[in-house]
């Protein structure tokens, strides 16, 4: 079955260091990816998303991540982290073949110390 | 734009009780989708919905759980008898149709369910 690794359960960071965060999944066929973010307190929201075209996209609050197709990765990064980008942060998968439904891996709790 | 909604946020109950969610979609959302996501884990989908019909229940545990979404909007998700590893939160998101396309789920606060 498809499934969706993510390296890190914790990372504590200082402000201003960069960040990376990867994430492999296992699925063999076409994939749209994702990664969404989990604020404390706040839903599951979507940060950044990639379907095709150029394998490094740009989402919100200066984040990006890049599609490595012959690694099956999809790793988040972000040049340097801010207090308010504590949060837990999930790579998604869709493989397109399964219509709408999402893949998630385990998930990454961020913390960054002020 | 009113968001997912759902209630109630927590719940308490013993084992082999019986316990009931509630989600309201996005308006003119028409997919409806139960996750489950227990401590340190990521949401796994239980069941997805297109209107009133169900798409995808291939991970729902039957024997104990339940899902309806009657008209196409609300749904409920239903536990019966819990068990104690059924404590997790459970999400409800909602997208438009897909046609042709991916479409973004937009999650629910969920329901923070603690199983005694």
């Known amino acids: 079955a498809q499934s969706v690794s993510q390296h890190n359960h914790h990372v504590i960071l200082s402000e201003a260091a960069s960040l990376e965060l990867g994430c492999n999944y296992s699925y063999g066929g076409t994939v749209n990816l994702f990664w969404y973010v989990q604020y404390p307190g706040q839903h599951l929201q979507l940060l950044l998303k990639?379907?095709?075209?150029?394998?490094l996209v740009k989402g919100i609050k200066g984040f990006e991540a890049e599609f490595i197709k012959s690694k099956f990765s999809f790793n988040l990064r972000k040049p340097s982290v801010q207090w308010s980008d504590t949060a837990e942060y999930f790579c998604a998968v869709n493989p397109r073949e399964y219509g709408n439904k999402l893949v998630f891996g385990a998930g990454t709790i961020l913390r960054v110390k002020s | 734009e009113a968001g997912v909604a759902q209630s109630p946020r927590y719940k308490i109950i013993e084992k082999r009780q019986s316990v009931a969610f509630w989600c309201n979609p996005i308006?003119?959302?028409?997919?409806l989708y139960w996750y489950q996501q227990i401590l340190g884990q990521g949401p796994k989908l239980l069941i997805q919905f297109q209107n009133n019909g169900v798409v995808d229940d291939s991970q729902l545990p039957k024997d104990r759980f339940s899902a309806e979404r009657l008209k196409g909007v609300d749904s409920t998700l239903k536990i019966q008898p819990a068990k104690l590893e059924d404590s997790a939160v459970y999400l409800c998101?909602?997208?438009?149709?897909?046609?042709?396309?991916?479409?973004?789920?937009?999650f629910g606060p969920g329901t923070r369910l603690t199983v005694t």
């Open positions: 308006s003119g959302h028409a997919t």
């Open positions: 998101a909602s997208s438009p149709l897909p046609s042709g396309g991916f479409y973004e789920q937009y």
């Open positions: 990639y379907f095709s075209g150029d394998p």
